[in-house]
């Protein structure tokens, strides 16, 4: 019987390793290689919005973009906020949003970038319906007591559509 609880042991440790292994595969290809992973669909909007000539004009040449900011200055990381719903139409969207900025801090704007994908029932293939940057003249405040830096949406300066689809200028135009 111990030789049976021994081996019953080992095979709920291997099984919990390789559930384990799945779950962190799963989640590695849905958030790095799958077509609407979040970190794929950031990047390549991200190179979007650096190529747009109305962003550089704005932002310059180094445009960074980061999630949401952070209360903690040993805090690095930056959640990218992100939501995935079902339309009225029965397509599986994705909504995204990220801040953007010079990397250089040479201009004085930032922007809030919103990004929506939807997957066509067609071909199954994820496309844009737009990328639309809202920028602002930040309010900056110091908090000292906690060494950390706030930002704060201030004047609304402008809107750069850095793509909006036709298909989805129609949609918007018939609601």
Do not use: C
């Amino acid at each position: 019987t111990a030789r049976i609880a021994g081996t019953a042991g080992n095979v709920l440790i291997i099984g919990s390793a390789l559930t384990l292994f799945g779950y962190i595969m799963h989640t590695l290809y849905d958030n790095l290689i799958a077509e609407s992973g979040v970190t794929r669909v950031y990047n390549e909007s991200l190179d979007l919005l650096r190529a747009n000539p109305q962003i550089r004009e704005f932002l310059g040449d180094s445009v960074a973009g980061f999630g949401e900011p952070t209360h903690g200055q040993r805090q690095r990381q930056r959640a990218i906020t992100h939501r995935n719903f079902m339309d009225a139409q029965g397509r599986q969207r994705l909504y995204m949003q990220y801040y953007v900025e010079d990397s250089r801090k040479r201009s004085p704007y930032m922007g809030v970038a919103r990004v929506d994908l939807a997957e066509s029932k067609s071909t199954g293939s994820w496309d844009y319906n737009y990328i639309v940057v809202d920028l602002y003249l930040p309010e900056q405040q110091q908090q000292q007591h906690a060494g950390t830096r706030s930002v704060h949406k201030g004047d609304f300066a402008s809107r750069v559509e850095v793509l909006v689809t036709d298909e989805f200028a129609r949609e918007i135009r018939q609601q």
